[in-house]
């Protein structure tokens, strides 16, 4: 049985919504806490997470992902190592998501690179950018490192603003 488990935390990009499943039935490999991220979203964001009936607030269980993105905010982290739940997005969707992964913190890659590692190049990049703008972990999954061919900030679910202070938080274009 799985229970949907939420939290808030605050950040420089505004409270940040933490949606998470606790299996109930034994052990797994979603840590001590026992929760798996499955959402990480902001206010005003395109397509975030919204808390629902039945969800249970519980910030306990968050507080391993709330060290981590502060630390990550502080710039004294440059990776997140936390457990994900599974099953979210298509199969063409997990595969850009996992190509996001790739790219190196302080780093940023083009849609079309990131449709090549998918071997989705051409008129693949339109589909590999609804992908991406579909990532429910924002932050945490790093599609903000993904820039437009000529350098400039495109798409970013949470809004152009918080993708620049992502990439300097980050030291990348911005």
Known sequence: MTTTVYARVESPLGELLLVGEVVAD????????????????????KGGAVVQDGWRHDPEVFAEVARQLEAYFAG??????????????????????????????????SYGEIAARVGAS??????????????????????????????????????????????GIEGGAG
């Open 26 to 45: 034994g052990p797994d490999a979603a840590g001590a806490a026992g929760v798996r991220l499955r959402s990480l979203s902001m206010p005003g964001q």
């Open 76 to 109: 004294r982290s440059t990776r997140f190592d936390v457990p994900l739940a599974e099953g979210a997005g298509t199969e063409f969707q997990r595969r850009v998501w996992a190509a996001l992964e790739s790219v190196p913190y302080g780093s940023t890659a």
């Open 122 to 167: 051409g008129a693949g990049v339109r589909a590999v950018g609804t992908a991406i703008g579909r990532n429910p972990l924002l932050v945490v999954r790093p599609c903000h490192r993904v820039i437009g061919a000529d350098g400039a900030l495109r798409g970013y679910a949470g809004g152009l603003e918080r993708k620049k202070l992502l990439l």
